[in-house]
């Protein structure tokens, strides 16, 4: 997957390889995040069975396929 990060000329182009959550709904995994498909999304687990905590977070990571300075998200 590439991903832009922005806007801009000078911004660069990265590769993605990978992307977890700590938190999934079934059907819409953190993959879904970034496999260039507009249509698809990542969605923390919700409705039933969800356990709401407002003192825990959800994590979501990202692994690049190569070093590389990222200024902004």
Same mark, same amino acid.
């Given at each position: 997957?590439i991903?832009?990060?922005g806007l801009?000329?000078?911004?660069?182009? $990265? #590769? $993605?390889?990978?992307?977890?959550? #700590?938190?999934?709904?079934?059907?819409?995994g953190?993959?879904?995040? $970034?496999?260039?498909?507009?249509?698809?999304?990542?969605?923390?687990?919700?409705g039933n069975?969800?356990?709401?905590? #407002?003192?825990?977070?959800? !994590?979501?990571? $990202?692994?690049l396929?190569?070093?590389?300075?990222? !200024?902004?998200?």
């Amino acid at each position: 997957m590439i991903a832009t990060l922005g806007l801009h000329a000078q911004d660069k182009k $990265i #590769t $993605i390889s990978s992307a977890k959550a #700590t938190s999934e709904q079934n059907g819409e995994g953190a993959s879904k995040a $970034i496999d260039g498909d507009p249509t698809t999304f990542w969605h923390s687990q919700w409705g039933n069975g969800a356990v709401f905590n #407002t003192k825990e977070s959800v !994590d979501f990571t $990202i692994t690049l396929a190569e070093v590389s300075l990222v !200024d902004y998200v």
